[in-house]
Nanobody, 121 residues
Framework: QVQLVESGGGLVQAGGSLRLSCVASGSIYSINAMNWHRQAPGKQRELVATITSGGSPNYADSVKGRFTISRDNAKNTVYLQMNSLKPEDTAVYYC???????????????WGQGTQVTVSS
């Protein structure tokens, strides 16, 4: 059994910052890519940022230069530092990780429950 638990969401004014965290726990053999997605009301879920097991990041154009994804492999944790937040960043943010478990020994995507980020104008 694997769980992903996000934290760090909240309400912030435009121009402010938040740092999201996501911890993976359970019978984990290894973790490949770790990603952050978001879903705003009435919109499809979109990929915000991704980071490989080696630490190479990629970002959606809408957040480049403002968001930074990082990970601590020893802690099975991925972070999303969000700066210069805009009202259009308001969404539920979901952590996603491609994990090889000890039981399966094959990669499978796991999702967190989501954390709300609200940016006021």
């Amino acid at each position: 059994q694997v769980q992903l638990v996000e934290s760090g969401g909240g309400l912030v004014q435009a121009g402010g910052s938040l740092r999201l965290s996501c911890v993976a726990s359970g019978s984990i053999y290894s973790i490949n890519a770790m990603n952050w997605h978001r879903q705003a009301p009435g919109k499809q879920r979109e990929l915000v940022a991704t980071i490989t097991s080696g630490g190479s990041p990629n970002y959606a154009d809408s957040v480049k230069g403002r968001f930074t994804i990082s990970r601590d492999n020893a802690k099975n944790t991925v972070y999303l530092q969000m700066n210069s937040l805009k009202p259009e960043d308001t969404a539920v943010y979901y952590c996603n990780a491609h994990i090889i478990t000890i039981a399966r020994m094959s990669v499978y995507p796991y999702w967190g429950q989501g954390t709300q980020v609200t940016v006021s104008s």
